[in-house]
């Protein structure tokens, strides 16, 4: 109980940044509530330092209470995922679907393995040597590009329908294959199980393959019952059972929950919505599903920020911070650059194509939740108690802040040079 308690006074204090930014500012309300977090936890970790903040360790147990990850890997997740797919139009993703397998695909086992190779090289000169397994493993969860940023943040703001077509459909689609990465590269880390490729193949299609095909089941059946039903608030309880048991049955049959959400929510966008909702229920169910995302996204961002009180940091920390994050932009820069040598042998692009792919490639809670699921105890620098676990969080956080502050902050002028190559 005191777990919900919490979780109602974050979504308040969420709620209520949200609003003052609406009436005193211009930037969006999920960077806003980052930053506003973010200084928050900073001020009362210094409170609590010097001790003014006698209740700090009660805070840090409440936020640790939560579960950042368990939230947002089995809670949140379905629910913007979902919602992020009702948005994506079925003929413009087609018309964009090589782009998008290769992207999500391609790119990020390339970046993955570039972070890491980089990261491999890079840090024994500052004194923390990694062996190559765990910069893989970083390499894993902070390559893919996060859906529930990209859709929060880049989405919003009208980029010209080839580029966000893209964005949003790469950051959608490459969950699946970017957790299949993260999982068998976690479990030869630290299972020391020697992983074959016809078994990561495996995994890839039974999570991947089979969360596609669940999802298109998924909203077959939700489609069926939409259609047999005249009664507006059944068909909202209807899409709502999707990202609840929908969800909770995927993760039950060992297939991408969020690979299911998104087809499932592009289906019911495209098919159902079009065909059997009357223009009274597109109203109903498309302001549900916009209060849902805003309430959802403006509680994650604000757990982005608070979550930096429970970490334990060191000076060392700092370095890898700052190592961190140009090598993740260059090795997404390198591996979205390549692919479109190829395409543009194909096809014309925008010009403004790859500085908005790369720079608007943002990471999220997804990265942060996979960051904080590594265990600890794993020791690198042994004399200041350093372990795996603190490294690839701290590396993890940096990307994440910096992605949401300063690259979602710094994307308009990017898409407004976009737009003058479409007139």
């Known amino acids: 109980m005191e777990t919900y308690y919490s979780l109602c006074y974050l979504a308040a204090l969420a709620m209520l940044i949200a609003y003052i930014n609406s009436r005193v500012g211009s930037v969006q309300s999920t960077i806003t509530i980052t930053a506003a977090s973010i200084v928050l936890s900073l001020i009362m970790m210094l409170l609590g330092e010097t001790g003014v903040l006698k209740s700090f360790p009660q805070l840090i147990a409440s936020i640790n209470a939560i579960n950042f990850q368990n939230l947002l890997l089995h809670g949140m997740l379905g629910f913007l995922l ?19 397998a290769v992207l999500a695909l391609f790119s990020t086992l390339l970046s993955s393995f570039l972070v890491a190779g980089l990261l491999w090289c890079l840090l024994p000169y500052i004194g923390l040597p990694l062996d190559f397994i765990y910069c893989l493993l970083f390499g894993a969860l902070i390559s893919p ?10 989405k919003k703001m009208n980029a010209p329908q080839q580029i966000a077509i893209q964005v949003e459909g790469e950051s959608l689609f490459n969950d699946g294959f970017g957790l299949v990465m993260f999982v068998s590269v976690f479990g030869i880390a630290f299972s020391h199980e020697t992983l074959s490729v016809p078994a990561i193949s495996w995994l890839f299609l039974q999570e991947a393959g089979g969360g596609i095909i669940y999802g298109f089941v998924l909203g077959l059946v939700a489609n069926y019952l939409i259609k047999h039903t005249d009664d507006d608030s059944l068909e909202l309880l209807v899409s709502l059972a999707i990202p609840t048991a ?6 039950q049959l060992g297939v991408s929950g969020a690979l299911a959400m998104v087809v499932a929510g592009i289906y019911i966008g495209n098919i159902t919505r079009e065909q059997h909702f009357t223009q009274a229920s597109k109203q109903s169910f498309d302001h549900l599903w916009h209060v849902l995302e805003e309430f959802l996204n403006n509680l994650l961002f604000l757990m982005i920020g608070l979550v930096l009180i429970s970490f334990v940091f060191h000076l060392e920390d700092l370095w890898l911070m700052l190592l961190a994050i140009p090598l993740v932009l260059l090795s997404r820069l390198v591996s979205v650059a390549l692919p479109y040598l190829g395409f543009s042998l194909f096809k014309q692009y925008n010009p403004m194509s790859l500085p908005i792919l790369t720079w608007g490639g943002l990471r999220g809670g997804l990265a942060l939740a996979m960051a904080m699921s590594v265990p600890a105890g794993v020791m690198v620098l042994p004399e200041k108690n350093i372990d795996v676990r603190e490294m690839i969080l701290v590396m993890t956080y940096a990307v994440v802040v910096f992605s949401i502050l300063v690259q979602g902050a710094s994307i308009v002028p990017l898409i407004n040079k976009s737009k003058s190559y479409e007139s």
Request: hydrophobic share 55%.
């Open 145 to 154: 590009t996060d859906p529930i940023a990209v859709l929060a943040i880049v």
């Open 246 to 251: 929908g969800f909770v049955f995927a993760e």
């Open 82 to 100: 979902f919602a992020g797919g009702l948005g994506i139009n079925l003929k413009h993703l087609a018309s964009q679907g090589v782009e998008i």
